[in-house]
């Protein structure tokens, strides 16, 4: 059966249509685009929460949408254990929402950085990377100012011990150095889910990296791995 | 009445911003400068019976909305 996808598209999001069609180009998938003004998810597989700049980034990135109508279904879907991909925006969102730990501030290097980085992957933990080994390079785009993801010491060690560090930035070899971090997050963090596995929010964006025409083919990894998971 | 609330990173946490700004004040001849937090001010005009009142509802904004509690901290003045 066709996986059906639900794409939250809150005002100032502008990666919802991306997603979409990533979803539909690797995983088949049946989806929707939902104004965050409704509340009824209906019975999706998977809740994308899309890049882009939901409320201008008024305030701080993600802050409004976290009270938008519909994340009030989006939380409790994901108390249910439903599937959430937080993607830039979205996981900013997802932050603000309490749903994934830390949160997202400003680039180290105070630029909005874009272009593309090699991630390695950390975690099978999540249905997203349940069919990358760990230790897989996939390389994909970022585009963001506030990437910079922060958390107390306490919460780092215990996202490590569980296996909640699904993705860190690397460079093309895949090892962590300084120069491969593009906005000084820390720990090279690039994306995490939540102790349960089923919410995960990253950076870098999997949906601009699904045909050899945009540069790279490795994100379909990501969305490959969902779909495989659900199987 | 008038309630203000300052947001600002909590210590501890990475302030870009700020230190862009140290920067920037060394460059200008400010060398005393040893450390700049930027941070936000909200200016809250709200119906409240006492000033005790308008303070207790401006703390709970900034713990809901206009903080993070993950990252900043915040202090609310009742201005008039």
């Known amino acids: 059966m066709k996986p059906r996808v639900v794409v939250v598209v809150f005002p100032g999001s502008n990666c919802d249509r991306d997603a979409a069609h990533a979803a539909e180009l690797v995983m088949g998938a049946e989806t ?3 104004w965050h003004g409704e509340t009824s998810l209906g019975d999706p597989d998977l809740v994308v929460l899309p890049g882009g700049f939901s409320y201008g980034d008024y305030l701080r990135c993600g802050a409004m949408a ?7 279904s989006v939380r409790a879907f994901a108390e249910r254990g439903g599937a959430v991909l937080g993607i830039c925006n979205g996981f900013q969102v997802l932050c603000e929402a309490g749903l994934l730990p830390g949160a997202l501030v400003q680039n180290g290097g105070l630029r909005f950085v874009c272009g593309d980085v090699h991630l390695r992957v950390e975690s099978e933990r999540t249905p997203f990377t349940r069919r990358i080994p760990a230790g897989t390079r996939l390389r994909m ?7 910079n993801w922060v958390a107390d010491p306490e919460t780092l ?3 490590e011990a569980s296996g909640q560090i699904v993705f860190r930035y690397v460079d093309e070899s895949g090892s962590r150095t300084p120069e491969a971090n593009p906005n000084g997050s820390l720990d ?11 919410v995960l929010g990253l950076m870098p964006h999997p949906e601009r990296a699904v045909e050899a025409l945009l540069g790279s083919e490795d994100g379909a990894e990501v969305f490959r791995s969902f779909a495989a998971s659900r199987a | 009445m008038k309630v203000q609330v300052c947001v600002l990173p909590k210590a501890g946490v990475l302030d870009p911003q700020g230190k862009a700004i140290a920067g920037a004040l060394h460059r200008l001849g400010h060398a005393a400068v040893h450390d700049v937090r930027a941070g936000k001010i909200f200016r809250i005009d709200v119906d409240a019976e006492t000033p005790e009142a ?26 008039s």
């Open chain 1, 32 to 34: 929707r685009l939902l």
């Open chain 1, 66 to 72: 976290r009270f938008s109508p519909v994340m009030q």
């Open chain 1, 141 to 147: 785009p970022i585009a963001h100012g506030d990437g």
């Open chain 1, 157 to 159: 060690a215990r996202l």
């Open chain 1, 188 to 198: 090279d963090v690039a994306g995490i889910c939540n102790e349960a596995g089923n």
């Open chain 2, 54 to 79: 308008a303070k207790v509802a401006a703390a709970k904004m900034a713990e809901t909305l206009l903080s993070n509690p993950v990252i900043e901290d915040f202090e609310v003045e009742v201005l």
